[in-house]
C-alpha cells in the first residue's frame, strides 16, 4: 500500500506559477513510478505528467509541455510538478499517482488538491 497526499494548490491568476507537492507514504517510494493527473468540472481524468523511478525518464502530456516539470525526490518520499504559465484552463483538481510498472496502471492515488486560474 502507497498512501498519497498532494498539497500546494490555490488560486493564481493567468501567467502565474505554483508547485504542487505529493507525498507518499507506506511501501518503499523508488519502487513506484509516479504521476500528475487533473480533471476539470464536467470533463474526465485527464494525464498531465508522468516520471520513472529513478527520475531519469519523464513524459508530458502535449498541453503542459513547456510549462509544467515534473521532478522527485527519492530521499524525502516527494513528487512535484512546477506548473508556470498557468491558463484559466488549467483549472482542475490535480491527482498524483503511483504505479510499479511504466506501462501499469495507476494504482494508488491521492485526494488531489485544486488548482484555480483566473483571467
Known amino acids: 500500500q502507497v498512501q498519497l497526499v498532494e498539497s500546494g494548490g490555490g488560486l493564481v491568476q493567468a501567467g502565474g506559477s505554483l508547485r504542487l507537492s505529493c507525498a507518499a507514504s507506506?511501501?518503499?517510494?523508488?519502487?513506484?513510478?509516479m504521476g500528475w493527473f487533473r480533471q476539470a468540472p464536467g470533463k474526465e481524468r485527464e494525464f498531465v505528467a508522468a516520471?520513472?523511478?529513478?527520475?531519469?525518464?519523464?513524459y508530458y502530456a502535449d498541453f503542459v509541455k513547456g510549462r509544467f516539470t515534473i521532478s522527485r525526490e527519492n530521499a524525502k518520499n516527494m513528487v512535484y510538478l512546477q506548473m508556470n504559465s498557468l491558463k484559466p484552463e488549467d483549472t482542475a483538481i490535480y491527482y498524483c499517482?503511483?504505479?510499479?510498472?511504466?506501462?501499469?496502471?495507476?494504482?494508488?492515488w491521492g485526494q488531489g488538491t485544486q488548482v484555480t486560474v483566473s483571467s
Open positions: 499517482a503511483a504505479r510499479q510498472g511504466w506501462g501499469a496502471k495507476y494504482d494508488y
Open positions: 516520471i520513472s523511478w529513478s527520475g531519469g525518464f519523464t
Open positions: 507506506g511501501r518503499t517510494f523508488d519502487d513506484y513510478h
